[in-house]
T-cell receptor
């Protein structure tokens, strides 16, 4: 059974600081997704990582993928309050894309002024 | 706005009842996915349809069923409802799920409360 583990599950940090969220998964997959969810809202796609060594950046967020280590990271640079949300990583079960996603439990991020 | 629409936004019903949730995918997308989000189970994949046919099944209960119609909209039917079925139900769509940049876009969700 595919397992996706995120840590930390809860993170409170101050504006201006840097931090990293980790996502480990238990089976071979060359496709990993990061989503953002605001309270009571839908999931917003942040990144799709397709291959080993993939790195993508959007504003203060940067995601990377190491398929050999089965590890993805989401790095936050100089955090601002607007980035407060829950962040999920997800892997599709069969690795080829034609399947549902298995999600981590999410990292609840609070950024304080 | 992802382009995926879901109705209704909220649904309140009683145990033992049956409800139908509706989803319209983004224009051009052929695949529809259903997910359940609850506090204790997190986000769980239920079922996927591709161009009218069931393609993949996740943790979907036997009391639940889905279908995708010729116009590609999908319905999720939940019957014999229990308190534990209270959750946020999301629909997502993608072109077909296999392309290199294909990804799932999520709808706004239907919040189901079973009393």
């Amino acid at each position: 059974e595919l397992k996706v583990e995120q840590n930390p599950l809860f993170l409170s940090m101050q504006e201006g600081k840097n931090y990293t969220i980790y996502c480990n998964y238990s089976t071979t997959s060359d496709r990993l997704y990061w989503y953002r969810q605001d309270p009571g809202k839908s999931l917003e796609s942040l990144f799709v990582l397709l291959s080993n060594g993939a790195v993508k950046q959007e504003g203060r967020l940067m995601a990377s993928l190491d398929t050999k280590a089965r590890l993805s990271t989401l790095h936050i640079t100089a955090a601002v309050h607007d980035l407060s949300a829950t962040y999920f990583c997800a892997v599709d079960r069969l690795g080829g894309g034609a399947d549902g996603l298995t999600f981590g439990k999410g990292t609840h991020l609070i950024i304080q002024p | 706005d992802s382009g995926v629409t879901q109705t209704p936004k909220h649904l309140i019903t009683a145990t033992g009842q049956r409800v139908t949730l509706r989803c319209s995918p983004r224009s051009g997308d052929l695949s529809v996915y259903w997910y359940q989000q609850s506090l204790d189970q997190g986000l769980q994949f239920l079922i996927q349809y591709y161009n009218g046919e069931e393609r993949a099944k996740g943790n979907i209960l036997e009391r639940f069923s889905a279908q995708q119609f010729p116009d590609l909209h999908s319905e999720l039917n939940l019957s014999s409802l229990e308190l534990g079925d209270s959750a946020l139900y999301f629909c997502a769509s993608s072109y077909d799920g296999t392309g290199p940049m294909d990804e799932q876009f999520f709808g706004p969700g239907t919040r189901l409360t079973v009393l």
